[in-house]
């Protein structure tokens, strides 16, 4: 596991005042609904990421120049279910309380 430095402006202290800004960090979404694994595929580019844990879906867009593994290894739970990933490399991490309830877009359903 190899952290890589972020740009300036983009600390997890810059992240956590990104979120209380009250910048749209759902990419427009306004309501949160229900999303099959195949309109999860549909959000995998740097533009437009979403990425389920836990069956919570999030929108991670604004978050991929915080990340402090980088974009790349942000990109690589692009529009799928992260959770096994996610938990392999940092299962300690509070992913709710990271991405909170400003990135939360909706709810993984079969």
């Given at each position: 596991?190899?952290?890589v430095p972020v740009g300036p402006g983009h600390s997890a202290m810059?992240?956590?005042r990104l979120?209380?800004?009250g910048f749209d960090l759902r990419n427009g979404i306004t309501a949160l609904q229900r999303y099959t694994p195949s309109e999860v595929a549909q959000h995998n580019t740097k533009e437009d990421m979403w990425m389920a844990f836990q069956g919570k879906i999030y929108c991670c867009t604004h978050y991929?120049?915080?990340h402090p593994g980088g974009v790349g290894q942000l990109m690589r739970g692009a529009g799928k279910d992260a959770t096994e990933l996610f938990m392999k490399v940092h299962?300690?991490?509070n992913m709710d309380y990271i991405m909170g309830d400003k990135c939360l877009v909706g709810y993984l359903i079969p």
């Open positions: 596991r190899r952290k810059d992240w956590g979120k209380s800004s991929l120049a915080y299962p300690w991490v």
